[in-house]
């Protein structure tokens, strides 16, 4: 089982700057991929960032151009930094980590972390 520990939410004005961290609990997991996914009130869960191993990158829509994500593979951490922050980021951000297992591809989430961003 891996734990994925995140940190790093809060509040912050718009135009404003946050960076989320997240950690794998197991060193020994081969994880394929760490990211961010954000889910807001009444909204369905969507994809801020995902980067492999061989560093691909992938960004949603909304996020592209302002939110970098940083990984490192070594110690199993993922950072997001999120610049030019506006409202509609407002979210709980959950970290994902996609681990090559036994039984095939698994998906492990962390526990959510509120970023709220005030007008």
């Known amino acids: 089982q891996v734990q994925l520990v995140e940190s790093g939410g809060g509040l912050v004005q718009a135009g404003g700057s946050l960076r989320l961290s997240c950690t794998a609990s197991?060193?020994?997991?081969?994880?394929?991929?760490m990211g961010w996914y954000r889910q807001a009130p009444g909204k369905e869960r969507e994809l801020v960032t995902l980067?492999?191993?061989?560093?691909?990158?992938k960004y949603g829509d909304s996020v592209q151009g302002r939110f970098t994500v940083f990984r490192d593979v070594a110690a199993n951490t993922v950072s997001l930094q999120m610049d030019s922050l506006k409202v509609e980021d407002t979210a709980v951000y959950y970290c994902l980590a996609d681990v090559d297992t036994d039984v095939g591809l698994r998906h492990f989430w962390g526990q959510g972390t509120q970023v709220t961003v005030s007008s």
């Open positions: 980067t492999t191993t061989n560093g691909y990158k």
């Open positions: 197991d060193s020994g997991v081969s994880i394929e991929a």
